[in-house]
């Protein structure tokens, strides 16, 4: 009989990134076995969106899934404007889109830095972090936070955009390529970073969805589904761009995917900015959203209308609807059950990376040790979105 | 390695805080409460709780007085005879300020709030209240 | 041009009880016994990715509990949903057989549902603690609240302070 | 007597100006690796963080001496015991630079010229691993117990390539004392003639003194600092001192072997030797700053499939060389 080695890997470590716990049982250095434990971060935000109204709940997705905070508001905002049946204004969907975008750049430059520490490459993960204090000053400048924004509103947007943003993302996108060239320098032409992510932690196409795994993990490999193709929400129908597919499933080809999809981002906010329409950010709809401020001090009504909408809430009809977005990490859906209250019954948040993980151990078949890290970074986790 | 080389003569993007601290927070920032005053130095809080109720994690206490001729404090019925805040609880989402009809409560750019005890982050209406019009960087002249 | 749901209500046939259709999300009413038959059709249909498996509670109406499953054709771009009633005593079949996806998914439910699957291979806890008592998701599931700290008052929990109003019934 | 009592003085010199580079190595990495990284690094201890290797050093000093339960005692305190002094060891036939004249006594700059002394740092630095493999089983953790099984295949693998090297060096210089080696480079650098055995020799040395990119036995997001997981306080700081040295000695050794020594025009042999030694370690930092790790298969790979094969090519090719040189 041979003697096993049981290793648990976390809930502390430093390559789980979060309180990943995973149990792996070793012979030397090779794993039999591998269980990934979970929960550690369960902060029961389902329940807590039920306790709320809907226009209280668009705090939560941005603390749900930390590192996409737009598009994790953008995916609850359209599922609840779903829900009511109407659509922001042209332009304040387009402002979302340019910064869902920028988002997933910000997001994908977490993963890039924290793929290449877990490697030791600890340079990287520096110059991604600058990067991406870039992109966060800009959401600075729209919404007054850097990460937690509840900036979209149902139906719109709190505000419009300030003087000098587009400037300012045109300034961001213009150097972006360059940096990324380096990046790329650094990592794909280098030997050991290939030696280290090719051929480890191979998904199959066919195991990929076996497991329901989506965005990157499913597209690297070879499967080109990206929901911003398929179910084309926001406004994403008007842009053009590639979806970026791998072909082995191995790590190497999910960072291949991420630094495609980074430059494909780029080239929609491009698209975005030039055709940037004028007009109301937010609907004109006394029972979804708060009366344009000048309002107030005119008309009585206005105020009677805030006073209502603020203590009540909205009121969306019985039903219910399923709404999602292409997240950095894959779909990220918000299925809402709504009884026509001001709270919903039920807000189901549909996780990438809860699926993505559970592929984890398909990946580490015979992989060793130091694959583990590999593999984890390459599916890029976050565990508040994990564990919700 | 020549890319890391090159980045040996760059001068660096962090800031020495708290010698340095950032240039200027950007004019939406979402930092501390404060109540604005209008410029005749009356508190434009008139007490209807409507921060209250759109908190999403209940970090504002308000409590309504009668306004009496004698002692007018707001230009309304009522003013918030207590107004605390406890910014442990508070997210910086900015609803408040976006509920408010009377564009009394805002949030300023101070973000350091840091202290040593819990009891000290439940900040008072003295506390939130602005020392003179205009001192948390709003326009007290402004219309909401 | 048929659209892959329609091919596939079709090929269900009598197990669909009900179709609803709500902001163009089609849901398909399967009873309990019927829907691991019609899960595998599905996939067979095109329907390959289990985007999702959950359940809502009803309480206290009845049946108490609906578990929703949510596929996706990745290939023709389409979304079809399938809810069962089930009641508060009743399992539910396990998907895992179909996809192992549905291993978590099926485990997250039971933990937060207490909704049992009959064949699941490993049905444990996974987001609470092993020892944790009661499933919170369920609506009779209390909800603790401490109100919040200020100088001198006490002011209500946190969840009573917009009053739930009524349902509106369509 | 006078000699005993130089050698006496140079010992302390040395030990102390080692314990304090040491010191200020640690400094100088973590300020250029915060170079390399657009950021400042530490600069709050005294200026430019001057005094920041004092305060972590005292820090480490007067830290509660902890010891988990289960260890193995006496080879827990024993390890890093082990791995700093024969990291230190290997001073005494290093030599910095060419006789000098103090207060009317010519003192040789270095400690000893033993005749083998190649042979001498070889060895002492294949101890040092026996600290990392002592102390990593001796803990009492898994992960401990990897990092050091990981340190004892890499010790197989690169110390042969790194033998494989030196002694083409040797061959081309004819002798066993590093003295001779360095008098032997008066007109040539080895580098020049030895360019692969350079290579090979860089490479084993990385290896050798478990660096980035082959910092295995550490690997800190793997398996949380390895062997030195449960080691805290003077004990660790002892693990510290050993691998700090370690790579100046190895600095130094490049430096001896493929860089002329203390040849150099115009500036004294000692300070030629330090520039040299430093660009080494500045060489060091460079890579960790910029190289991802490898994996161990890879690593034992690149050594056996890759070095020694080449290593051996060296030494044939340079034996063939001299021998028809000598004819």
Redesign the interface.
Known sequence: MKETLVLNMGPQHPATHGVLRLVLELEGEVILNLEPVIGYLHTGFEKEMETRTYHQNIVFPPRIEYLATFIEEQAYVLAVEKLLGITAPKRAEVIRLILAELSRIASHLVYLGTAAIDLNVTSLLMYCFRDREEILDIFEMVSGQRMMHGYFRIGGLQWDLPQGFAERVQRFLDDFPRRLDEYETLLTDNLIWRKRTEGVAVLSAEDAIRYGCTGPVLRGSGVSYDVRKAFPYGGYADYEFDVPVGSNGDAFDRYRVRMDEMRQSRRIILQALRGLPEGPILVDDRKVALPPRRELVRSMEAVIHQFKLVSEGIHPPAGEVYASVESPRGEKGYYIVSDGSNRPVRVRVRSASFNNLQALPVMLRRGTVADVVVAIASIDIVLGDVDR | MAVTFRYLFRPPITILYPEAKRAAVQPRFKGRHWLTLYDDGMERCVGCELCVIVCPSQAIFVQAGENTPEHQVSKGERYAADFQINELRCIFCGFCEEACPTGAIVLGREYELASFTRDSMIYTKPMLTEPYPGSSGRDPKREV | MTRPEDVLVQRLGEAVVEQVR??D?L?LIVPREHMLRALEIAGSTGF?????L?A???HPAQPRFDV?Y?L?S?EQ?A?I?FMVHLAADQTMPSATSL???????ER?VFD?FGIRFDGHPDLR?????DDWEGH??RKDYP?VEEP??????T?KV??E??P??????? | MIEVAIVAVKSAVLLFILLTACAYMTLLERRLLGKFQVRHGPNRVGPFGLLQPLADGLKLVFKESFMPAHVDVIVYWLAPAISMIAALFVYAVIPFGPEVTLFGQRVPLRLADVNVGILLVLATSSVGVYGIILGGWSSNNKYSLLGSLRSSAQLISYELALGLAVISVVLTAGSLSLVRIVEAQRHVWFVALQPLGFLIFLIAAVAETNRAPFDLPEAEQELIAGYQTEYGGFKFAMFYIGEYVAIVTMSALATTLFWGGWWGPLLPGLIWFVFKTLAFVFFFIWLRATLPRVRHDQLMALGWKFLIPLGLLNLVVTAVIVVLRQS
């Open positions: 709500f902001r999300d849901t390959r990715l289990l985007t999702d959950t809502v509670d009803r929703i949510m996706t990745v771009h979304r949903r996809w192992p996806g549905a291993n978590w998914l997250e937060l806890r996974i987001l609470m603690p919170p998701l909800l919040v700290e200020f100088k001198g008052h002011p946190p969840s302070i917009i739930k109003s009524k349902p509106k019934l369509l």
